[in-house]
């Protein structure tokens, strides 16, 4: 999103229902859970690409990253 007209600029498509968001900045990885799909998708926020799907059993909740 433009910060200074609040258009957006660029769009990844992800998983069904992306809602919930972390960021890892040891690994400089976003993960975007997908409460509706049973996934979560790992993302290079630099070139703005998907890097990977964590499939898991049930739709995810509320994620966070945690840094030691």
């Not at 990885?29 to 290079?44: E, F, K, R, W």
Request: aromatic share 6%; no cysteine.
């Amino acid at each position: 999103v433009d910060p200074a007209n609040g258009n957006m600029t660029r769009s990844l498509a992800v998983g069904i229902a992306p809602e919930y968001l972390a960021f890892d900045r040891n690994r400089d990885v976003l993960y975007i859970a997908n409460t509706q799909g049973s996934s979560i998708t790992m993302v290079d926020p630099g070139p703005l690409t998907a890097t990977g799907t964590i499939p898991l059993p049930a739709d995810p909740g509320q994620i966070a990253v945690f840094e030691p």
